[in-house]
């Protein structure tokens, strides 16, 4: 099998989808399940080959590349993953909208495109992989119509063009001096290069790279992009698409330039890893604290993807052996929590007609448990509560950071732990704790095949949880790949000198323990269920309805915090689109769109043409 | 041995943490001039609710107190006990910052399935309360981990007992004030009593528990307070070290016994003081409360960090 094969079928496939869909739509979905599944099983099968293979469809006089490691595989194999579950929810979720064949045509052209970025083996490739990437999200985010989709995607593709360019400059500037975009040529002659050219080269990629990673301060596009598109989309939006940047990081920093000559890029005690640790730093804690005044269900978990975004740099940009794998493993954590907590929400919002606004849900524990328990389990991901795979990568992190000498990242990566907690027990709490509203009482859980993803996704985080040895092999081999150290991973955990983690060992103390007390549980006096309503308030009079603490959860601390949390990074944005915008409108003032007025600046500028020549005779 | 150690380490915790219930209860009497319920009185009440009836809101409702409390003692088992610590080679520190998270989690989640607001609103509270003294906590643990350059706990009780106690060296002294400055907050009691708040949202997170669900909670509350407290005295005070007077009979059984008491008695120290700051202190306002941990407490944590990085 060849990878040519692999991207055949994938951009293929989304094609046909679309013809598909002319004939009848239920072929067309039973074939974009199928072609899904096919890339799952087909990338699955290039575990640990090391495939780089020109193919001659010049371009530039420039062949185009495909290859095949263990970061592009680790990276392809989160794309097909989540493209699939993906693909599987969307199949009830979107039944009753307009526009299908194009909906699935987008999502699996998105996916190909995707794949494209990461399989390809040389920079123009990358580049128009990526323009397709871009553009077909853009159309994607903006699927529903609507004022404010249409701005979110606005939004999106501006920044996003904004990268490309840079990124654009960037292979420009690389193929003028080494003449060639082969990654492998391009890693062995950079080698040469002076450090500032590789700074310059550094910071024009990790411009496109943040950008689409949505750090801080480029993370404005984010939040309303994933708020707004359909949910199976903002899953593999956040889980899989927004760490494109963390591939390409990957790509340029550790594959092309090298730990070596990263390590000289130092000035003045600032070095460029140290730059972006902070950047995560800030990410992190700025994230974390905006989220927990939200509102809307899917705009706290957009804010999440930011945050945890953070994590994955600390880590990653660390550049240590245990660092990188915390960075990696965060990486592929974050993809199955995250893209499980949009199902979730996704699933809220097909029961109860698109309601997003946390402050009007409550009590769906009772009706929807299924969903409740993939909330449960992906919001314990996400805090990284033990026992859950956001767990073991946080712990690398940290353990990185304060060995590392660096207690400061590690008191904010901290603490953005502690802001998740917030916000993710208010997303918890107001969807699914609480009173039942009477409007939903009749709500019943979302069919099997929105039940499916969100199962498989809740086991997978718990597996990693429990025995993250299974993936952090994969992890590992990353790490080993692009140069680091091997780590010396257990089947449940990581072993060595400074600090051993176990989780079998908590694992089995928690299971004992609640075993233990279960028992006392059942054998002390029977309890009997009560309704809901059926509650203590102190002796005052309870009304009906009215009853579910939601509206302004923190209060006390929204009030003390959100006079210094202004996101003046967007606002900045605004002011400068508004002031393009009036500039735009003054020169329209002169192009007029008139044949008279344009005769008229004609005759004009002769007239003064011909008083100078008067005047002074010049010409 | 580790068996054992397993075994015993709860049960220390959990009748330290009851004993710690009652001692509240009798010496807030005594500054109030009354003569106060015995000692005991917690083991009493908590036996009867055991056989009292109860109500329950659903699942979530019982595996919530199940889960804070099997949190709880997973945390007490990672932490030293004088010599005694069951899971040694289990994460360190990070691991029971973690941990640590369980219980008022799993009290939250329980909590919130009772839908009664005043619950819901001691949840928020907690939480609020909680992010804001895990500002400085965090700042100091990490002085503290930086300082000894180690993550496992036990090799920093380890240190002390051969450098002599946190709270005596000068580059983490800052650190061990400002510990003692949050350690109200930590414990939930006055002037940061906002989450349980009786008479303003009919004691909060626990209005809904009744019978065994209420007995539960106590319990998660007794040992609450055996683990604030205990992290500090393991932190700070040396943990079952006495200026190593006892030095000679270590590694013996008599001298583990020792250390266990020792480890104790300063526990009980700390926590009648703490006893003597609720006596005397009205509540704060939760607003009150994030100003004050986020000012003095913070800015000292802050600079103890920043004298550990110089010196280090």
Redesign the interface.
Known sequence: MSLELLIIIAFGGAFLTYFLGKISSKLRNGFAVLNALALVVMTALFYGQNIEKPIHISFLNIPLILRMNMVSWFFAITIVGIGLLSIIYSLKYIEHEKKLDYYYFTTLFINASMLGTVLCGDLVSFFIFWEMMSWSTYLLISYRGGEKALFAGMKYIIMSIIGSMAMLLGIISLYVNFGTLEITALAAQIQGASLSYILFILIMFSIAFIIINAFWPFHTWLPDAHAEAVSPFSSILSAVLVRKGMYGLYLFMYMIIGLDILNKLTFRGISFNGVFCWIGAITIIFAALTALLQNDSKRILAWSTVGQGGYMILGVAFATSLGMAGGTFHILNHCIYIGLLFFVAGAIEYRTGGIRDLNSLGGLIKRMPVTFTGAIIGVSGLIGLPLTNGFVSKWLIYKTLILGGNPLLAFFAFLGTWGTILYGYKFLHNIFLGQLPEKFRDIKEVPFSMQLPIIILSIMVILFGVLPGLALKVVNAVGTYLGFESLQVTLGGIASETGTLSTVNIFAAVFVACVIIGLIFKVSRRSTKVDQFDSYAAGAAVPKDKYHYTVSFYNPLDRMISPYLKDFVDAFYINLTTFIKNLCSMMRRIYTGYIGNYIMYIVLFLALLILVQLKWSVF | MNIIEIILSPLIALFTGIFFLGLARKIMARIHWRYGPPIYQPIIDIIRL?????????F?F?MGL??S???S??VI?FLPIGTMCP?S????L??I???M??GP?GI??SG???????T??G???K??L??CY??PL??IL??V??HY????IIKIVERQSINGWSFGSLPLLLSGISYVLILPAILGIRPFEVVGAAQEI?SGPQ??YG???L??NTIEHGLNEFIGIALFVNLFLGGGDLFGVFSRITNTVFGNIVGIIVFLLKMIIVFVMGLFINAVFPRF???QA??YLWIWPTLLAFIG?IIV?IV?
């Open positions: 055991f056989s009292q009836k109860a109500m329950s809101h659903g979530i019982e199940i889960l409390l099997a949190g003692i997973l088992l899971l080679t289990g994460g360190g990070l691991v910052l973690y941990v998270l369980l989690l939250a989640l919130g399935e009772a839908a009664n607001p005043n819901s609103i949840i928020s509270r939480f609020i909680a992010l895990e500002v965090l700042l990490l002085t981990m930086t350059n180690t993550i496992s009919s209005a809904e019978g065994k669900y007995a539960f306002r939760i607003e994030i100003k960090l990085i280090n």
